[in-house]
């Protein structure tokens, strides 16, 4: 094939036609050379911001809550604060208990989020209700921020007849409510990210919600290494749509520090390359994560466009109750972030400098939400399972498949031959409502 020579492209006119895929109006000027100063210097260059400083970090409240000087702080009354600092500590509370549950084998894992309170917390306070979330597996202060009860939580983790994020058959923490507009968490990496962009177009594509909701996706900086991080931005910004993805930089994957998982400036450095609005923001400051998630969710619905924003924070807890952090870091390193950078205490400072908490507050706190959590704990502990049978329902949307079908014969089958004269079988069968007896017929 012959190919016309670029200066004969650089000087072909200007059509305006639109796109196929997304009706935009798109101009053939988009060669390379078209709009780029030409320079005879052989510049090199590796910063996003010119300069080879790092990218800034969007930050309101000093360590000890105080207001820097010029920032504006978003608008929040003392009852909100409330609201904001209860949901915050919330979660460690919860985190211990469940922690411990898992310890003494009563469920088989837990994750907590411990260290990164503010970014969950100010993001689900900034969001709209109605907006769609899909997350990692540390969020689940967004759920609670909708109101998912502390009854649902431990169903979940527990797998009871009260789960209703997946009927028991999910690991715990593998949240989803669809009333709380939750997608269902999955474990591999990075996967929520394209379809956060599916579901953001989705979003666009509706009469009733254009213009209205946004996709909120969260990740970690490790799951921002797997090729779907990358096919998800692609894809929101080259099929726009209010996708706002908000990486959780908390230092770790796991056991490998962020230092060795990228050579570039963090997450957000990456954003300008797929042509995306991007702000780095304290992510243990949860006034700062309010400011910086509302005027990007803002962005996403007055562009229609992805927004990233880079929340920088620190995993103070082990990975999950899989792992013993302290065989790759120093516990003195943990003690100090707690100290010296505790979002929660940052928070804190700030409402006791405007009359708004005390000690009384604090100790009165702590002790409602630990009898909140040790009720519905104790709640969940003596529920049941599910039907045996439920293991095969809602696995796949229309007809039931022939394998779920041959799947539940051959466990029948199994039951009705052992499950009345195999003592551990017996046992097993007993901890599911009617004892498996819906699949012994
Ligand atoms: C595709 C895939 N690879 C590996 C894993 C194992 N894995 C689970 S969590 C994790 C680390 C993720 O780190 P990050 O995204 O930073 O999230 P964080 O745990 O720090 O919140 C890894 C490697 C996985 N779940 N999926
Ligand atoms: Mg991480």
Redesign the pocket.
Known sequence: MIRPSNSLLARAPVVLRRSFSTGIPRRNDHLPTTNSPIITKLDFFNSVTGNDTQIPTYRLLDGVGKPLDGAQLPEIDEAFAHRLYSNMQLLPTLDNVLYNVQRQGKISFYMTAHGEEATIVGSAAALDMQDEVLG?Y?EMGVLLWRGFTLDSVMAQCFGNEEDTSGKGRQMPVHFGSPEHHFHTIS???ATQIPQAAGVAYALRRSPTRRSKNIAACF?????AS?GDFHAGLMLASTIPSPALFIA?N?G???STPSTEQYNGDGIASRGPGYGIDTLRVDGNDVLAVISAIREARKRCLEQGRAVLVEAMTY?VGH?STSDDSFAYRARSEVEDRKRIDNPITRFRLFMESRGWWNNDAETELKARLKADVMKAFKRAETMKRAELGELFTDVYGGQEPWNIKEQRQELSRLVKKYGTIWEPWQKELSKFRNNGQDLMK
């Open positions: 990692q540390r474990s591999p990496l990740f970690g900086e490790g799951a797997e959780r908390n770790f994957a796991i995993r990975h």
